[in-house]
Structures are given as C-alpha cells and as structure tokens.
Nanobody, 124 residues
Framework: QVQLVESGGGLVQAGGSLRLSCAAS????????MGWFRQAPGKEREFVAA????????YYADSVKGRFTISRDNAKTTVYLQMNSVIPEDTAIYYC?????????????????WGQGTQVTVSS
C-alpha cells in the first residue's frame, strides 16, 4: 500500500519560512509526478505546486510563485515544499499527492495517492 507522509507543518509568523516534507513509500517514486495542494477551512482544496518525476519540470500556482519552491530527492523518495515570505492566506492543511502524468499538473484528478496532510498556520 502506497504511503505518503507529510511533516514540517506548524505555526510561523508572516514573512517567515517553513519547509514541508513528504516521504513516500511502496511506489516507484521516480516515475511519479508529485504535487502539493492545500485546503483552508471552508474552502476547496487548491493546487500549490508540482514537480515531474525527474525533478526537471515544475509548476506553481500564481499565488505562491516566487515564494514557494518544490523539489524532490528521488534517492530519499521525498518531495519538499520550501515556503518563504509566508502570508496569513497561506494558512491551510497541506497535502502531498502522487500521480503518473506526462507533465506536472494542477488537476486533483491526475493524482492517485494522497497523504493525510500537515497543518500550516501563519500568524499576522
């Protein structure tokens, strides 16, 4: 059974930084596009960032472009989300997801496996 386990969430002040990690197991990690999504209270889950299996292609939501960076370490089967210059609107539960796609995508339907999420709270 595929497992995706997020970590690194917590409370951070506006303008600060946080790095999320997602450790994957029981899958051929290098062939999967990995994505980060988030869901704030009362809102739908939204795309944040995605990275191709090789790590060579990335894709970001406009709301985080220039502030967040997605990366992966295939040897460690882990994907990261470096969050800089965070704002209160970044407060949400962050989920990582894995899917076999031809390129990084924002569509939730393209991802087959999901983690349980990690809470990020940004204080003003």
């Amino acid at each position: 059974q595929v497992q995706l386990v997020e970590s690194g969430g917590g409370l951070v002040q506006a303008g600060g930084s946080l790095r999320l990690s997602c450790a994957a197991s029981r899958l051929t990690f290098r062939i999967f596009t990995m994505g980060w999504f988030r869901q704030a209270p009362g809102k739908e889950r939204e795309f944040v960032a995605a990275v191709s299996g090789s790590g060579g292609n990335t894709y970001y939501a406009d709301s985080v472009k220039g502030r967040f960076t997605i990366s992966r370490d295939n040897a460690k089967t882990t994907v990261y989300l470096q969050m800089n210059s965070v704002i209160p609107e970044d407060t949400a539960i962050y989920y990582c997801a894995a899917g076999v796609t031809t390129q990084p995508t924002m569509s939730t339907r393209s991802y087959d496996y999901w983690g349980q999420g990690t809470q990020v709270t940004v204080s003003s």
